[in-house]
């Protein structure tokens, strides 16, 4: 069995970033269409071909400038909404690292959850073995059964990371 890596490849102090500069590029947006929106009153005082022109063309660029606004409003919203989804995601498989750890499975660099060492099947003890013979058998059962446990929590973890991806990986598809 191959280890399983647990790191969710997305930092939430980027997305973070991404979303405040998004927010500053909005606020410029609003405060331009504000402003084309304050100078109408100005504007109407120019007359004639240049004045209608002129103020056809700052109607359209308040109209865009608010439109921009409104997209990086809900771009935000969802970037935003990724942070919380990555920040979630990397909470699960900080839960399936410590749950690994519980479980006497071995955690590499705080992400790779070592697969257990196979250990062999003692089979059945003989019916006329010796003491010693039993004792042995008895250690040899006992590894076999933790190994088995060790697999079993292994195979979930691997099971519930799978599912803890493709739970990012479908909020990803669905909503950017």
């Excluded at 504000?34 to 240049?50: C, P």
Aim: negative net charge; contains cysteine; charged residues 30%.
């Amino acid at each position: 069995m191959a280890d399983l890596d647990t790191k969710i490849d997305a930092s939430p102090e980027d997305i973070t970033s991404a979303a405040n500069w998004l927010g500053k590029l909005k606020t410029g947006f609003d405060d331009a269409h504000t402003s084309m929106v304050n100078t109408a009153s100005e504007r109407t005082e120019i007359s004639g071909e240049f004045g209608q022109a002129l103020n056809e063309y700052v109607n359209d660029l308040a109209s865009g400038c608010s439109s921009a606004s409104s997209e990086l409003k809900t771009t935000i919203d969802v970037i935003n909404s990724w942070h919380d989804q990555v920040v979630w995601r990397k909470q699960d498989m900080a839960g399936y690292r410590d749950d690994a750890k519980a479980g006497n499975l071995t955690v590499r660099d705080d992400r790779y959850i070592q697969a257990p060492d196979s250990v062999p099947d003692p089979g059945d003890l003989p019916k006329s073995a010796t003491g010693k013979q039993k004792s042995t058998w008895q250690t040899a059962h006992d590894e076999y059964t933790k190994y088995l446990e060790k697999a079993q929590l292994f195979d979930d973890l691997q099971e519930d990371a799978n599912e803890t991806r493709k739970k990012l990986t479908d909020w990803v598809t669905q909503h950017m």
